[in-house]
Each structure stands twice: as structure tokens, then as C-alpha cells.
């Protein structure tokens, strides 16, 4: 039930865009995602909702194709405090999450 | 509001030894996880109570891996004995409803 996140690592200059996908072989519920940073807890990001709309933060926005049982994160002008290790965690039901193998994001000056 | 809590942060024990960590969810959280998360993996589900009930527990190794939570509150997490393959963070995570999930600090255990 693992889903599987794509690219596996990462390197941006600041200012630089990105775009991190997760993709899972069961119907989904919802995805969340999660940033990471060594040493650290996960932090949460954003939850994306079957039938619900994009979600936006600043300049992180996610979308979700729920036909695809697809996530995409979109990281946009990157900043060095974006710079981490990001999850999706994809739930098919039964309130429990499963987690990708993680992307892991460098941001350079 | 407080966030979810964990003790002991760091611990170092050898093979066959026993060790147990414990966790306090956020407030009014019904939905409680322990994750085991290995050095480049990501977390992975080992228990989900909801309640002081059992929702899901078929990735823990039951053969040595315990969990309770009493009450619905706090919970712990206990391995007897453990073993070298054992190494890794341990966190503990609650969530209320369809909502976000918030982790804990999470426990590094380092098994000799």
C-alpha cells in the first residue's frame, strides 16, 4: 500500500521551481503531505481531500487526480528553508496514512 | 496548544535487551499511531489505536513489539527483546477525525 514518490532526490538553486509527484495503486481517500527536516520530526503541509479543490500556501500549492489515485506537489521559487526531506502519505480509508519513501529536496544559493 | 509529546527522546540499549517509549497525544485526539521510521525511509505504520481500542496492528511484530493505551490517552510502545534491526526512530503521531495528522518528536532508539 506504499506509495510511490518520484523524483527520489532533488537539487534547486533559490528562486528555482519543482514539482514532486506521488502516485499509489489504490483508490484514494485523501493525501497529505509532509516535510521533513534531518533530525526532525515530520511537519504537515497540506491534506488534499477526494473531490476537494487544489490546495495552496504560499508558494507551495498541491493538486490531487483522484482517476489517478496522483499527487502532485508544486514548490515554487524555492527558498533554503525549503530544503528537506518531503512525504506523501495516501489514505485509502480506515483514518491511517501510508507513506511514500520520501523525496528529498536541496535548495542551493 | 500543546503538540504531542514523547520520552525519552534518545535511547541506547544492547541486542535482547527491553525498552519502552511513551507518548501523550493532543488534547481531545482520538486517534493515536506509533510509526517506526528507518534512517532514508519513510514512517512506517506499526500501530493505530482509536480510542484505547485496536484499530490496526497487522505491520507490528507481535512476537516482540507491544503496545497499550490506557484510558485513550497515553500510550506506550514496547519491544522485548530487541534486536539489531530494531534501530530506528519511533513516533508517535494523533489526529482528530478526517483532519491532519501532528508526530511527536519521535524516540531514536540505537540497539548495540
Known amino acids: 500500500q506504499q506509495p510511490v514518490q518520484s523524483p527520489q532526490a532533488v537539487i534547486l538553486r533559490e528562486g528555482e521551481d519543482a514539482v514532486i509527484n506521488c502516485s499509489s495503486s489504490?483508490?484514494?481517500?485523501?493525501v497529505h503531505w509532509y516535510r521533513q527536516k534531518h533530525g526532525e520530526a515530520p511537519v504537515f503541509l497540506m491534506i488534499?481531500?477526494?473531490?476537494?479543490e487544489q490546495k495552496g500556501h504560499e508558494k507551495i500549492s498541491a493538486s490531487f487526480n483522484e482517476k489517478k489515485q496522483q499527487s502532485s506537489l508544486y514548490l515554487t521559487a524555492s527558498q533554503l528553508s525549503y530544503s528537506g526531506t518531503y512525504f506523501c502519505?495516501?489514505?485509502?480509508?480506515?483514518?491511517?496514512?501510508?507513506f511514500g519513501t520520501g523525496t528529498r529536496l536541496t535548495v542551493i544559493p | 496548544e500543546a503538540g504531542v509529546a514523547q520520552s525519552p527522546r534518545y535511547k541506547i540499549i544492547e541486542k535482547r535487551q527491553s525498552v519502552a517509549f511513551w507518548c501523550n497525544p493532543i488534547?481531545?485526539?482520538?486517534?493515536l499511531y506509533w510509526y517506526q521510521q528507518i534512517l532514508g525511509q519513510g514512517p512506517k505504520l506499526l500501530i493505530q489505536?482509536?480510542?484505547?481500542?485496536?484499530?490496526?496492528d497487522s505491520q507490528l511484530p507481535k512476537d516482540r513489539f507491544s503496545a497499550e493505551r490506557l484510558k485513550g490517552v497515553d500510550s506506550t510502545l514496547k519491544i522485548q527483546p530487541a534486536k539489531l534491526e530494531d534501530s530506528a526512530v519511533y513516533l508517535c503521531?494523533?489526529?482528530?477525525?478526517?483532519?491532519?495528522?501532528?508526530f511527536g518528536p519521535g524516540t531514536r532508539l540505537t540497539v548495540l
Open positions: 503521531a494523533s489526529r482528530q477525525g478526517p483532519n491532519e495528522q501532528f
Open positions: 489504490k483508490a484514494l481517500y485523501s
Open positions: 488534499l481531500l477526494k473531490g476537494g
Open positions: 502519505g495516501t489514505e485509502s480509508g480506515a483514518n491511517n496514512l501510508f
Open positions: 488534547s481531545g485526539h482520538a486517534t
Open positions: 489505536f482509536q480510542n484505547n481500542g485496536v484499530v490496526d
